[in-house]
């Protein structure tokens, strides 16, 4: 277990940190409600985590740093909030007085995002996939915000902490495998992991579970390392010969844009991938037809599974 103790030892330190740099916004909050939650947490969280981590030969202040009224509400938590807040509030003002004859330019910019996540579902998952178009949009406003948060003052990027990132890839994992369900059933969900071929299903089953079980945390791991590490190259750069180095993150900055636009297309492009492996077209017209169309309707249920 020793490694496990030096991964929560190194997790300590980083949380350790980021609320010693804590924004004035977190440090507000835990002012006036840091009490609260603190007496909350030590009554009912803390007692389970003790329990679960003990059996790992570790404790929770190992792993999550030390419980204080201070950081009792972590600044991850705080900054997605305002991320959500500041997603809902940027596309009611970018909107404005909705116009199809004279659209002003941020409708025009909300309408090319539309266009271009409906485009990659239609053509990822079929024209039926436009259905999981609010929850596929509603990752990629969010996570594009969280990550451009970083770059203003007295923000953080929420994506720039495991916490958030691995709940984010969870989010996209229960939502992929509850389409698979109430569309096919758990049965024919859980068949699709055998693969096409049976004589071979014993091995590729097992294989097939772990490489989806394992999803959540490279959506998270891959998301949270980019920023993270766009992050401390900034702060690296700032302080390699203070003065003359303050300025300089400030030309880094459009390669932190380019990255937070680059790490929200991967994660919503993967989320498309997954729910297109889970959901597939209804077919409807199957008998209704000649023999001719229904040998077309069977090639075409075949496609998806060779794709």
């Known amino acids: 277990m020793f490694w496990l103790q030096e991964a929560a030892h190194e997790a300590a330190e980083h949380a ?38 003990a059996k790992f030969g570790t404790t929770p202040d190992a792993v999550f740093g030390p419980y204080t009224p ?22 009611w003002i970018f909107k404005g007085h909705l116009s199809e004859d004279k659209p002003g330019g ?6 090319l995002g539309v266009l271009a996540v409906r485009s ?3 053509d990822i998952v079929g ?25 203003f003052p007295l923000f953080m990027s929420p994506t720039s902490a495991t916490s958030v990132t691995f709940a984010l890839g969870i989010s996209s994992f229960l939502y992929y495998n509850y389409i698979g369900i109430s ?19 014993p091995l590729i ?32 750069v700032a302080h390699l010969a203070p003065p003359y180095t303050w300025f300089a993150p400030i030309a880094l ?34 008998g209704e037809h000649g023999d001719h169309e229904s040998i077309n309707t069977d090639d075409d249920m075949i496609a998806p599974v060779l794709t």
């Open 16 to 53: 350790e940190e980021a609320e010693h740099h804590a924004p004035l916004v977190v440090q507000l909050v835990n002012h006036y409600f840091g009490e609260a939650a603190y007496r909350f947490e030590m009554n009912y969280t803390y007692p389970l985590w003790t329990k679960f981590f």
């Open 70 to 91: 201070e950081n009792a509400i972590p600044w991850y938590t705080v900054m997605f909030v305002i991320a959500c807040i500041l997603s809902v509030a940027i596309i």
């Open 106 to 111: 941020g409708q025009q910019t909300l309408e």
């Open 120 to 122: 990659m579902l239609e």
């Open 127 to 151: 024209p039926h996939g436009l259905k999981y178009f609010p929850v596929v949009m509603t990752f990629g406003v969010l996570i594009l915000v969280s990550n451009l948060m970083g770059l």
């Open 183 to 201: 569309e096919n059933g758990i049965l024919t969900h859980l068949k699709h992991f055998a693969g096409p071929v049976w004589w071979i299903a």
């Open 205 to 236: 089953f097992p294989i097939e579970v772990i490489s989806n079980l394992i999803r959540p945390f490279s959506l998270g791991i891959r998301l949270f390392g980019n920023l993270f590490a766009d992050e401390k190259v900034m702060e690296t």
């Open 253 to 286: 900055m459009p390669l932190s844009v380019f990255v937070a636009f680059i790490q929200t297309f991967v994660f919503v492009l993967l989320s498309q991938l997954y729910l297109s492996e889970v959901s597939h077209a209804p077919h409807e017209a199957h």
